[in-house]
C-alpha cells in the first residue's frame, strides 16, 4: 500500500507541475481579467443590482421558494446553497492555512487577486451554462462546460472535433476532481480533524498501516464508514434532496463560522493592523523564512494564493456550473450574478475571516514567517488558534469548534460534487447510467479516509487544473457571446430598453423559460 501511494504521489507531482505552472496560472488569472474588462468591471460598476438580485432578493419566492415536486429543478437558492456547499468547505479553513503556511502571509493579497476577477469567470460560466442547458429524459436540466464546449465552441466554423473532445475532455476531468477535491480531499481533513478534537486513544493506538502524521488508524475507518453511509442517505435522492439539505446546512455553518471567527478576531483587535500590513508587504516582498532566492519566493507566495483561492472558490473549474444550470431560472445573467456572489461570500469574507483568525491569534509568527512552536500542523493551525480563546481549563472547545465547521464544511462539499460528478457522468454515459457513478462515489469516501493527507491535498490540486483548463478555453472563445447576453440583459433590465431577450441558444427552450418569474 504504502508503494502504491510513493508510485501515485511520484506521477502526481509530474502532471500538477504542468497545470499549475505558469500556463496554467495566466490562463486562470488572464481569462478573469479578459471578462472582467470586456464586462466594463461588471463585478464593480453594477455591484448595488447583483447583491440586490441575489441576496437582497432571497426572501422572494421566485428566488428561494420551492419547486414543485413533479419539476426536477431547483430553486436559484438552493442552486446557490448546494454550489456555497461545494466551494464552501475545507479549502477555506485548512487550504487557507495552508496557504499561509506555505506561502506566508502575502498569499491571502493573491487570494483576493484571484477572488476578484474570478468573479467574472463564476459569472461567465454560469451565464454559458444557462443558455446552453438541455433537460435530460428525466426532465432535469442539465448543463456546464461540457455543454457549451460542445454546442457552443463546437458549433464555430472548423471547431467541431475541437468543441466534442474539449467536451470529452472536461466531463472527464470533473469524474477525476469529484473523488478528488470533492471526496477524497474533503474527507480526509473530516477524518484528521475529528481525530485531533475528539480523542479516542483505543480506537487511534489500533495503526493499521504507516507511521508517524501518515498512519492510518482504525479510528480513521471507522470515522470514513459514519461519512459514507450519510452522504449515500443524501447522494442517492437526486439533486433535490442534495438542494433541500444545502440550503439548510450552508447559511448555518456560515454564519457560524463567521461568528466564530469574529470573536477571535474581536479578542486580538491590536493585531489586525499588524496582520493587514504583512498580507500586502509580504504579497511583494516575503519573509525569506524557508531561504531561496527572492524570484523563487515571490512565486510560491502568488502560486499558492491563486492555487488555494481557486480550490476554495472554484471559480474557472467549470464545476458550479453544473448545479447552477438546474436552477429554475429564467435570465442567464441572474444565475451570473449568483456566480459573482458565490465568489465573494467564499472568499472574501470566510477566506478572510480564516486568514485574520490564523494572523491575529499568535499560531503565525509575522516577523519570522513560520507557525508558531506547539501550533501544530497546517491541517491543524485554524483549530490552535481558535483554541487561544475558546479554551476552558483541559477542554479545547476552539478544536472541538473547529472539527465540527470542517465536518459541515466537506460534508455539504462532497454532496455538492457528487452533483457534479453526476453530471458529467451523464454527459458521456447517458442518464440511466448515473446510479453507477453514484455508487463508486460513495465508496470512494473510504480512500480519503485512508490516504495520507498530503497526497489526498495534492491530488485534489491535480484535478482542479485538469478540469480548469478546457473549461477555461471554453469561456475566452465565447467570451464575446457572454458580452452580448450581458449587455442585452443591462439594456433591458437596468436601462429600461425594449429589444427582445436572450435566455437561450434553443428557441424551445427560451420559449419554456418565459413563463419562470423574474
Known sequence: ?????????????????????????????????????????????????WFKQTIGSVFKKSISGHTEKKDKSISQFQSMCTALAATVGVGNIAGVASAIATGGAGAVFWMWIAAFFGMMTNFSE????????????????????????????????????????LAVLFACFALLASFGIGNMGQVNKIVANVQSAFKIDALSNIVLYGEGDAAVSLYSVIIGVVILVLVALIVLGGVKRIGAVAEKIVPFMVVLFVLGSIVIIGVNIDSVGAAFVSIFKTAFKPVAAAGGTFGYLVSVVITQGFKRGVFSNEAGLGSSVMVHSNSKVKEPVQQGMWGIFEVFVDTIVVCTMTALVILTSGVYDLATGTVAQGAGSEATLVASAFDTVFTFGSVNVGSMFIAVAIFLFAFTTVLGWSHYGTKAFEFLFGTKATVVYKIIFVLMIMSGAMMTSSIAWDISDTFNGLMMIPNLIGV????????????????????????????????????????YED
Open 1 to 49: 500500500m504504502e508503494k502504491f501511494f510513493e508510485n501515485l504521489t511520484a506521477a502526481n507531482n509530474v502532471v500538477n507541475g504542468f497545470v499549475w505552472g505558469t500556463f496554467g496560472l495566466v490562463l486562470l488569472v488572464g481569462t478573469g481579467i479578459l471578462m472582467t474588462v470586456l464586462t466594463k468591471f461588471f463585478q464593480v460598476t453594477h455591484i448595488g443590482h
Open 126 to 165: 454560469n451565464v454559458l451554462g444557462i443558455f446552453y442547458r438541455r433537460k435530460n429524459p428525466q426532465g432535469e436540466w442539465s448543463g456546464g462546460a461540457m455543454y457549451y464546449l460542445r454546442d457552443g465552441l463546437g458549433k464555430k466554423k472548423g471547431c467541431k472535433w475541437i468543441g466534442n473532445t
Open 476 to 515: 475566452i472563445t465565447l467570451s464575446g457571446l457572454v458580452v452580448k447576453i450581458t449587455k442585452n440583459y443591462i439594456d433591458r433590465k437596468i436601462k429600461g430598453k425594449d429589444v427582445r431577450p436572450m435566455l437561450s441558444a434553443y428557441p424551445e427552450v427560451a420559449e419554456e423559460v418565459m413563463s
